[in-house]
């Protein structure tokens, strides 16, 4: 039989290219991590280019998060305690980035000051020469307080800062454009929402290549098929060419898959539920894999067996380039 | 690909003569292109117009059964690439390996493969099947495992693997009644499997090397002219980015080019790495395209994570599962916990049960008919207005079981707030958070039952 032509598309458009951390002008990083650039479905190496590897940022805390799962804690021991530490084991254990949350800023956690969350980034940037990543605590006032402190305070850097939404992104972006910063657009699991926010960030003048965006994770049995198709349409409207569609994507997989009772919960719950440390480190693996499918650029998470085995993934799904 | 009513009209004998039931041919032919008849009820149709509409009406992708009785599955039959084109239909079998060399371990197995059940959004989720690997003691040793496998595990499909014609036929002289999938078939060994086979109307996996995609189509032809109908692809690939691509183009060849010789079914193997390891194939594998997955033993910890994402990727986009409308108690709520209410769309319900889960706080969750609807479109859709949320929680009989007669409503649909307390006498109505992320703040620090 004559040797089967096998279909490929012709895609006209690409991801986008977004570097984060800088090694000069103010960016003491000693590595930078650029994502995107794709012109084909994820790892389809016979139809396009993917000049990136998708990367994996581990998730840390700037306060000791004693109300997640035992088996997290567990495995990460006391470094939990010192956000510099806890970054550099991270790091240690092949995170490309490192993704911040300042939660000790949010009302309820205790209610640090801006001040505080720059002296945490601070300490963070100097124990760790990988880009970061920079989450608010989550609530609106707040993290336009402590964003816009550390996006002044760390000019240059090419910080990722984290989240701008459509009742925020005005003073994030703001911030962002006045420090040589990029943002994260998160639109909850929808394509028109999330191709709206990117216009109403990149009409405030932040170039395309410093923004990311987050279509909202959902974790395995939790919504992630929503997101699963929702970055699948994304991406393939970024291929054919929509323009506003074209930032590289970044999923929240640890927090989600975290959150779950699977993941939390070790007794009395179904037998066939089967081992706990397993079925947890598991339901991070399963929801990063689908995710790293449909799109991902960027996942962010949180147990250092599922950092090793994303990073076998990805590494085993770059080959045949 | 499917024929329109006029193709089929000139097919027909085009006498009018209604026995089909139809005024004419073309009223006839008009109908069976919708599937609204059957080819059967026209008793003059010619053979050869019979075999051009059956060809013609074959799915690009075959359907194919393995197991037989109950717990047979099917797989195959898939129209799109991307699930939010339509929909995929038959979700890939889930099967456990296990070596045919010591029967006491492939009992054990068998049995603990065939009782495996777990419960999600209100379905029971169970494995599909047992593959036998032949382990090279020889035929009688193989079909002796297999014996062993099916009593200890009646009705549960099989999957036989080994290239051993020897061994296959005597593991099919045992179990061929029981429709196994054999696998597999090669460049090597490919006349005599799908002579087995065909004699015991099994389907038949094809194998090739390394992804090598047309030598897969041609062993995939001969083992069809040879007789045997329910193929199933193996493209030879163990890993990760070699399946990708096999698997994706084996998909476009079947609904992009209606290629024919790769129209079927395909199985994956996630090799014998650790559970994070074999989730990540499987994960992959479930995904992008596979019909059948071979797991390397039984691990409940990864089967439950692999299920529910299958049970995820193969839910129809068009109809997300809806929870039952009812109330459900999250923890275990008392006469003082809190009451909140929301849509029975099952993402909606699983975020705000999951953060009320995580807030520690034990909660009655009413769930309100509202189609399967999210708080905001039921509400826009007028699924979730004042009188819905009023008869809901008059029919739950919450009113003799709380000392409190507070109300949370979601966020969304603080507008309502008023209405419903007139709609529901002596109940004071709260507006709780918009987003679910933010119901523990609210049920630690906002919600007070006195
Ligand atoms: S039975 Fe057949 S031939 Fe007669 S009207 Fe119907 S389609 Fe035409």
Redesign the pocket.
């Known amino acids: 039989m004559t040797e089967l032509e096998i279909p490929v598309e012709k895609w006209s458009g690409a991801v986008r290219l977004v570097t984060l951390g800088a090694t000069g002008d103010g960016g003491t990083r000693t590595s930078t991590v650029t994502v995107g650039g794709e012109t084909t479905l994820p790892f389809l190496h016979f139809e396009g280019q993917i000049p990136n590897a998708p990367v994996v940022a581990a998730e840390v805390v700037d306060m000791h998060p004693a109300d997640w799962s035992p088996a997290l804690l567990e495995a990460l021991g006391d470094d939990t305690r010192d956000p510099a530490a806890w970054a550099r084991k991270m790091v240690g254990l092949g995170a490309d980035l490192i993704s911040l949350k300042l939660r000790s800023t949010h009302p309820d956690q205790g209610d640090r000051s801006a001040a505080d969350a720059v002296a945490t980034v601070k300490s963070v940037l100097a124990a760790v020469g990988v880009p970061l990543i920079v989450y608010g605590p989550g609530v609106v006032d707040k993290d336009n307080e402590v964003l816009v402190a550390v996006a002044d305070a760390t000019k240059g850097e090419r910080l990722a800062l984290a989240t701008c939404e459509d009742k925020n992104y005005r003073t994030i972006v703001a911030a962002a454009l006045g420090n040589g910063h990029l943002i994260v657009a998160q639109t909850p699991i929808d394509v028109n929402l999330a191709k709206q926010l990117n216009i109403l960030i990149s009409d405030m003048g932040l170039s395309l290549d410093r923004m990311l965006m987050d279509p909202t994770t959902g974790a395995v049995g939790y919504g992630v098929e929503y997101t699963y198709s929702v970055m699948e349409r994304l991406r393939l409207a970024a291929l054919m060419g929509d323009g506003m569609t074209q930032q590289p994507m970044i999923c929240s997989v640890g927090e989600e898959s975290w959150r779950q009772k699977e993941s939390r919960v070790a007794d009395g719950v179904p037998e066939s539920w089967g081992e706990y440390a397993t079925r947890a480190v598991v339901w991070e693996v399963t929801t990063a894999t689908a995710l790293l499918h449909a799109g991902a650029d960027i996942l962010v998470v949180r147990h250092p067996r599922s950092i090793a085995q994303v990073q076998r993934s990805i590494a085993a799904l770059m080959k045949g380039v | 690909m499917a024929l329109t009513g006029l193709q089929i009209y000139k097919l027909?004998?085009?006498?009018?003569?209604?026995?089909?039931?139809?005024p004419?041919?073309l009223a006839?032919?008009m109908k069976l292109a919708q599937k609204g008849t059957e080819l059967a009820?026209?008793?003059?149709?010619s053979d050869e117009a019979k075999a051009s509409l059956d060809a013609a009406s074959a799915p690009p992708i075959r359907l194919v059964a393995i197991g037989a009785g109950e717990r047979a599955f099917e797989v195959g039959n898939e129209v799109v690439l991307f699930r939010h084109e339509k929909t995929f239909y038959h979700q890939p079998g889930l099967v456990v390996r296990v070596k045919a060399d010591d029967p006491k371990i492939v009992e054990l197995t068998a049995r603990m493969v065939s009782s495996y059940a777990v419960e999600r959004v209100g379905m029971s989720l169970r494995l599909d099947g047992i593959a036998i690997e032949d382990s090279g003691g020889g035929a009688a040793a193989f079909a002796a495992a297999v014996a062993v496998a099916r009593s200890a595990a009646p009705g549960l499909p099989l999957v036989l693997m080994s290239t051993d014609p020897a061994a296959v036929g005597a593991a099919l002289d045992e179990a061929g009644a029981d429709r196994p999938l054999v696998h597999a078939a090669t460049a090597a060994n490919w006349q005599a499997m799908a002579e087995l086979a065909k004699k015991h109307s099994c389907p038949l996996a094809v194998r090739a090397e390394s992804g090598d995609l047309t030598a897969l189509a041609d062993l995939a032809a001969q083992v069809q002219d040879a007789g045997v109908d329910d193929i199933v692809l193996d493209p030879g690939t163990s890993d990760p980015a070699g399946m990708l691509a096999a698997f994706t183009q084996l998909r476009r060849l079947a609904l992009k080019k209606n290629y024919r010789p790769l129209g079927f079914p395909i199985i994956a193997f996630v090799g014998a790495g650790s559970a994070e390891e074999q989730a990540a194939m499987a994960a992959e594998a479930i995904t992008k395209y596979a019909g059948v997955i071979v797991l390397d033993g039984f691990e409940p910890a990864l089967i439950y994570a692999l299920m529910t994402l299958r049970q995820n990727v193969y839910t129809d986009p068009q109809k997300p599962i809806q929870m039952e409308p009812k109330l459900y108690e999250v923890g275990a709520p008392t006469a003082s916990s809190p009451l909140l209410i929301t849509t029975n769309f099952s993402l909606t319900y699983f975020t705000v049960s999951g953060e009320i889960e995580a807030s520690g706080v034990p909660v009655w969750l009413l769930v309100a008919d509202a189609d399967g609807m999210s708080v905001l479109t039921a509400w826009a859709a007028g699924k979730f207005d004042a009188e819905k949320i009023a008869k809901t929680v008059t029919a739950s009989g919450l009113g003799g079981k709380l000392k409190h007669h507070k109300l949370v409503l979601p966020g969304y649909v603080a507008g309502l707030s008023g209405e419903v307390e007139e709609e529901l006498a002596g109940w004071e109505i709260l507006v709780g958070p918009r987003e679910a992320v933010e119901i523990p703040n609210y049920l630690k620090s906002v919600w007070k039952a006195d």
């Open positions: 027909l004998p085009q006498t009018n003569c209604k026995e089909c039931g139809f004419t041919c006839f032919a009820n026209c008793p003059y149709v």
